[in-house]
């Protein structure tokens, strides 16, 4: 983590993930990649089908066919889903969306990490809606999007 954080219960999700500090928009919040093994699509589908650990617990979208997983222990792993996500995940690499107070949850758009299949489907626990990933194209033209207003909004970011 590039931020403080706190792991703790939340009556929604179990443990969550919330901001120590306030974090500014356009902050780099932390990266998947670092330390973690990389899996093609394939090999990560069927770890989640077989409910291979630690696939299962902490696979994310890399880029493209890959995925990254591992890293059992980052507080990272305690980010919930959000339809309306106060973090956007590019490529491994997590930014604020926008300014997030102390105290508050960090949440991430799992349609953007897991696969599209039926195998890791499941649904968000606020609305009982489904959480279908999207493919690996749709991420990434999605998140690319939303970083290139995330960066062009901030006149002053350098990173």
């Known amino acids: 983590m590039f931020v403080e954080t706190e792991t703790r ?16 928009r356009g902050t780099i919040v932390c990266s998947f990649t670092l330390g973690s093994a990389v899996t093609t699509e394939d090999d990560y589908v ?3 089908a077989e409910k291979r650990q630690p696939v299962t617990r902490t696979g994310t979208r890399y880029c493209g066919k890959y995925f990254t997983f591992g890293n059992v222990d980052a507080p990272y792993n305690f980010v ?8 956007l995940c590019h ?29 890791g489907l499941y649904n968000d626990a606020v609305t009982g809606r489904e959480i ?11 998140t690319a ?13 350098d990173g």
């Open 91 to 119: 490529c491994g690499v997590v930014l604020a969306l926008r300014d997030i107070a102390a105290g508050e949850e960090m949440t991430l758009d799992y349609r953007t990490l897991i696969d599209p299949t039926d195998v």
């Open 145 to 157: 999007r939303d970083l290139i207003a995330l960066v062009e909004s901030i006149e002053a970011w």
């Open 132 to 142: 279908r990933g999207h493919t690996a194209r749709e991420t990434l033209l999605r």
């Open 80 to 87: 919930n889903h959000s339809f309306k996500p106060n973090l």
């Open 46 to 48: 069927r770890g989640v």
């Open 9 to 24: 219960e939340t009556g929604v999700y179990g443990k969550a993930l919330f901001a120590a500090r306030p974090i500014a």
